[in-house]
């Protein structure tokens, strides 16, 4: 060992390691995560959690997958770690072509750890059996792809190694309909995609938030000077410093930046100080020295408690109640009263947590007049409009830069570090970095809603539904966030895929002093699909008919009005997912059976405009769009819908990541939009580059020129007088059978949907996969439980699934859509694929045991947990 001085004169023993085969030396009691980031820049080792629970930081020591996270430096003595950026050459071609060609690559954050377990395996097994892979797999959490894809990539990079194969070369052409590899997908499995957090710029500081100490106080004085003595601090914030809007959000302006003297807290992720410092360490020692004096007062944490209005959450909003909605068509009243037969029931689901991989983090430099954020957000426009609201600047002088975004299902819609980046950038004037500690990010942003649901459901005696009415309410949590859209398209999905007209639908969003709720995939739908679908197999039962066959009778077909009053339009493909299953049903009576619609774009009369900006440069089609990828993989879609528009190979298209000042504002990505809306743009696009070129002579001649496609979605408002008002574009239609082992276990999900037209088969199956490994968590066993506003749940406790759990999964696309239509029929299928899984297994289990369950996560399963929460 060698001496060196570390913290002023005291000696240092220095330990000695290899890494990607250099020696290095590193002062000991180091976390290992922190040495391969922040002094060797090897940003493959991705910071998920620090915690030792999702597996990102994954490293090989000594061949032997280990967290780098749990790893310290002393431990590490005369060992050999690898990294990915330490693969040979030849690991580094097969791991990228098998993990591309299998589809295993979505968001990307989990996917280099994922590689190294892998590895670890395979250099010790080359033939491992699937068994085996998800065995080795098991520690590394992926929440885009439900592990069926990596399984294969890790089965196909065995065997071209052990094979000794060559790696075939592309020849996908990159129509509709092909396979082409994910533009992103190479760099996002060898660890070279660079997230935010793997930003490191020339004298960038690290911003920290004080956090309320309570979920509801007052804050009666602010103490910031202790802080600023301290070693490395170089500013700290509080509301006082704001030049702009106290408060933003994204819908609703009710989000405050910093909690104010005087003001009251919501909730405790609500800042009161922000310090930016030299170090992380510095940063987070000083907000913790901020000393902050508070009248704590009584808080609403229970959405029931929160509608008497007794205590409120927002005093100026004179009631707790975010939203309400309530939706009438025909008579469910008199149509009820009138049914043969009718059943009614209470419905409890719990909130969840997004648990995307990548905690939020947004790094923010002074530019020009005005401030760049390189964020990782799902809207790169709405990212400006908040930060240029909250700094009082011209939205010109607010820069967004998309960096890759690792995963996130709703949950980086709002605004949660890239502001405190931002003001604490442009009060220093230097780059500052925020990045959530895992605590952070599952305390702050929004969660999927907790909801309370009355369902009566009726019918005749044939099984064809005549009526429902229902009443949902939602706990919101602390801020608007999207608590108003959550229970809208929970209410305007709440009677299901159905042909009958008569609804009575109440619902109502409630603030409370709990963590904020918001978008997460399925936007409401999730919940209410659970109380309607239940609900329908008691009818079945009732009738005497099957579950298959009172959604058989009552599924809506083209041309039927849905129970919102919309006509289903020629595409409309249920039916065909139900006779997709068929056959499962007729071999495995106990299967489970739900279906779900789910509508693609915002809709009901909301402007809704995708776009996208092609630039001919260098003879290249390139692609500028402020659509967020977050995993779904909208940068292939767009290059699809080019190559098909101009017939030109994949090598002529280059996609350009999100950055507002070179793309067009095309929305946020959420509620299953972007395939269509900017899919839809971007062919636009890609046709007047190809009239331009017919009249030109050749794409070649139109160098240096831009086109702008634009697509805006027109449809009708909520309440519109029409008698068939158009709430939505377009809506996707999907079946899913859950089948049991013997000992209650899920054996196998049978996951059929009507995309429309798959733009890119292997990137869609994969979104289903993924989105229904999500509703099992959902069903069975992820839970967000809270004690007075605070999260007791650690990422290691969320009931997260992992490989070793995952059943046989058979993703089945299909769909009529025109190849004509709209993005070429394309009708987005991220949100619906986690809808209807939770009602399925709950029909599994009570063909099963006979029990009817009707809380969320289902009990009494073989995956109920003990609760030692
Ligand atoms: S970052 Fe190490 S296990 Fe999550
Ligand atoms: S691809 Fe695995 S977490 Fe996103």
């Known amino acids: 060992m060698e001496k060196s001085t570390a913290g002023g004169n005291r000696q240092t023993d220095l330990i000695q390691f290899y890494v990607n085969g250099r020696l290095v030396k590193a002062a000991p009691g180091q976390k290992m995560i922190r040495f391969l980031r922040d002094k060797m820049k090897l940003t493959s080792v991705k910071n998920g959690c620090s915690e030792g629970a999702c597996g990102t930081c994954t490293v090989l020591v000594d061949g032997k997958a280990t967290k780098a996270c749990i790893l310290t430096t002393d431990r590490a003595a005369g060992k050999h770690i690898i990294t990915c950026e330490g693969l040979t050459p030849r690991e580094r071609e097969v791991y990228a072509y098998a993990f591309t060609k299998c589809g295993a690559v979505q968001c990307g954050f989990c996917t280099p750890g994922m590689v190294m377990s892998v590895k670890g395996l395979i250099d010790q097994n080359p033939d491992p059996a699937p068994d085996q892979v998800k065995e080795a797999i098991k520690n590394n959490i992926c929440r885009c792809t439900g592990y069926k894809k990596i399984i294969e990539a890790a089965l196909l990079s065995a065997r071209i190694f052990r094979e000794q194969e060559d790696i075939p070369e592309n020849t996908w052409k990159g129509l509709i309909g092909d396979n082409l590899p994910r533009v992103d997908a190479p760099g996002k499995a060898l660890g070279d995609a660079k997230y935010c957090d793997d930003l490191y710029l020339d004298g960038m500081l690290y911003g920290v938030a004080l956090r309320s100490a309570y979920p509801r106080a007052r804050v009666l004085s602010i103490d910031t000077s202790e802080a600023e003595k301290m070693e490395g601090v170089v500013k700290v914030l509080t509301a006082e410093d704001i030049p702009g809007k106290q408060k933003i959000g994204h819908l609703q302006q009710d989000y405050d930046v910093m909690i104010p003297v005087g003001g009251i807290t919501h909730f405790l992720g609500d800042a009161v100080a922000l310090v930016a410092a030299e170090t992380m360490e510095q940063a987070r020692s000083a907000a913790a020295a901020v000393h902050v004096e508070y009248e704590e007062l009584p808080g609403v944490f229970d959405m029931m408690e929160g509608l ?138 929004p969660k999927r809603h907790a909801m309370e649901m009355d369902f009566t459901t009726a019918c005749d005696e044939n099984g064809y539904l005549t009526a429902m009415k229902a009443t949902l309410i939602s706990d919101t949590g602390a801020y608007a966030s999207l608590g108003g859209p959550v229970l809208q398209r929970a209410c305007t999905h709440a009677a299901g895929p159905y042909n009958f007209q008569n609804i009575d639908i109440d619902g109502k969003a409630i603030y409370t002093n709990n963590p904020p709720a918001g978008a ?213 239609y999907a079946t899913h059978v859950v089948e049991l ?86 009708k987005g299928v991220g949100e619906i694929a986690t809808i209807p899984t939770a009602a399925a297994v709950q029909n599994a289990y009570y063909n099963r045991d006979g029990k009817f369950r009707t809380r969320l996560p289902l009990e009494e399963t073989p995956y109920t947990r003990k609760k030692k929460l």
């Open 308 to 445: 008497k209005d007794e205590i409120l959450v927002h005093a100026s909003n004179g009631s707790n109640v975010l939203a309400h909605e309530h939706l009438v068509r025909g008579n469910a009243e008199e149509a009820i009263q009138s049914s043969k037969y009718v059943v009614t029931n209470h419905y409890s689901v719990p909130p969840t947590e997004h648990a995307f991989l990548e905690p939020e983090c947004a790094v923010a430099m002074p530019e020009g007049d005005g401030v760049r954020i390189f964020s990782g957000d799902q809207g790169i426009y709405q990212t400006q409009k908040e930060c240029a609201a909250m700094l009082g600047l011209p939205r010109d002088l607010v820069r967004v830069t998309a960096m890759m975004v690792g995963g996130g299902f709703g949950g980086k819609e709002d605004m949660s570090v890239q502001h405190h980046a931002a003001l604490l950038a442009f009060h220093t004037k230097r780059p500052v970095k925020v990045t959530f500690s895992r605590a952070e990010s599952i305390l702050i942003h």
């Open 741 to 826: 082992d013997e000992e209650g276990k899920i054996s196998k999900v049978t996951a059929v949907h009507d995309i429309g037209r798959a733009v890119n088969p292997v990137a869609l199956e994969g979104q289903i996969d993924g989105g229904v490994i999500m509703g099992l968590g959902y069903a069975l066993t992820e839970d967000f439980p809270l004690s007075d506003g605070k999260p007791l749940a650690k990422y290691g406790t969320l009931g997260l699934w992992k490989a070793n759990q995952i059943p046989e999964i058979d993703s089945i696309p299909l769909g009529k859509a025109p190849m004509e239509g709209l993005a070429y029929g394309a």
């Open 520 to 732: 997460f995939r399925g936007l409401g739908v999730t919940q209410s699909n659970f109380a309607m679908e239940c609900n329908l197999n008691q009818l079945a039962e009732l009738v005497g008919i099957t579950p298959f066959e009172i959604r058989y009778r009552n599924a809506i077909r083209p041309g039927q009005v849905l129970p919102n009053g919309q006509i289903a339009d020629e595409t409309t493909a249920l039916v065909e997912t139900l006779d997709a299953v068929r056959p499962i049903l007729e071999r495995n009576p106990k299967a489970g059976i739900a279906c779900a619609m789910k509508n693609s774009g915002v809709g009901v009369g909301i402007p809704d405009t995708g776009r996208c900006r092609i630039e001919i440069r260098d003879g290249k089609v390139h692609l500028h769009s402020g659509a967020a990828c977050i995993g779904q993989g909208m940068g292939t879609v767009q290059m699809q819908m080019v190559i098909e528009t101009l017939g030109v190979p994949p090598e002529m298209v280059v996609y350009h990541e999100p950055d507002t000042a070179l793309a067009p504002d095309a929305g946020v990505t959420t509620a299953s939009r972007q395939t269509l809306f900017t899919g839809e743009a971007t062919k636009r696009a890609a046709v007047l580059v190809r009239e331009a070129a017919e009249k030109a002579g050749g794409i070649e001649k139109l160098e240096g020129q831009s086109f702008l496609g634009e697509y805006t979605g027109i449809t009708d408002k909520i309440g519109s007088d029409k008698p068939n008002p158009v709430s939505h574009i377009a809506y996707g």
